[in-house]
């Protein structure tokens, strides 16, 4: 079974937006392979398919089922490569991909410098100047490097990158940036755009670029959300979302109330771009696809009762056990939101 969302318009009433998420088993990828921007694996991951790269990502599925992650666009997509980056293409969207041994840098810092300058050098040259979400995924996110937590060398080296360019804060994108077990590779994937999207944030949440100097020397660069307004689609990227309100993490160690905070939190968001915006969505069984990050997989039974009542099971989860940015973070969600404009 494959979960396709907002499928290509056929009579159907449905209409394609420029790039869709489906999860679906392994075994089966029925989208051919002219329209993939990307194929994303997580443990354990099937081998790639002949002449199809993957993106191999190192955090185990939870679910009985391994699922793989599949970015399709209605239109036929060109494949290329420059320097770090591996893409894929469409006339309205691109999609990269940076995997590097963070072993070849000075340090975290240094190598998230380096792969984000690239990252925003690459996206001018192409002419797809708007970055919507970016996906990080490095390992022991939580350990220290000479008593700094390596995290907070992320967003120093992130931070570095993206504050070259004027009013920086304005062009952040959506994001998430979660640990992984592997020693060796940091990885980032992102979508682009040829023109910008809207920037959203949380009014039950202190922006992240604002956040104190407590949570590291340099404030974490990414918006809440992202919206962006195609041409007869809207869709919504919605950010890493957790049990923060104002700046502060709430219910430690309390998986349960933290769940509830989060989802409070992704209500909120929502809400906020109805009021505001005067578009999206009421309610979160109405989300296209969420993607939830598990620091302890024992969570996940209680994590997925809940989640299947609030989305009423008719929305597409994917579980991932990863180390989510703060410790005393116990999960994180993330989110698409498709709708007609
Ligand atoms: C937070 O709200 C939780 O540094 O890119 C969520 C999403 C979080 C993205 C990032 C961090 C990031 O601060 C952590």
Known sequence: ??????????????????LNVSYSPVADTEIPVQNILASIEYQPAAPAAAGQEQIDVALPCLSAVPYRETWSSPEVVTAGSEGMISYRQSSRVIFGVVKVRESEFASLQDCTHRVYTEILQFLTRKDYPSLLRVWNYFSDINADSDGVERYKLFCVGR??????????????????????????????????????????????????????????????????????????????YISGTASIVGHQTLHRDKVRLQLDETVANLQSLIGHVRAVHQCGIERLDQVSALKVYIRHPEHYALIQDRLEEVTAEKVPVLYLQGDICRQDLLLEIEGLVNFRR
């Open 1 to 18: 079974m494959t979960i396709s969302l907002f499928k290509p318009s056929r009579g159907s009433g449905l209409i394609a937006a420029p």
């Open 159 to 236: 931070h570095q990158a993206v504050s070259v360019i004027p009013d920086f804060e304005r062009y952040l994108p959506a994001a998430s940036a979660i640990g992984t077990g592997t020693q060796e590779f940091f990885l980032v994937y992102f979508v682009a755009a040829r023109s910008p999207g809207v920037q959203i944030e949380n009014p039950r949440q202190i922006s992240a670029f604002h956040y104190p100097d407590q949570y590291g020397p340099k404030s974490p660069s990414f918006t809440r959300a992202m919206l962006k307004n195609w041409e007869q689609v809207s869709q919504l």
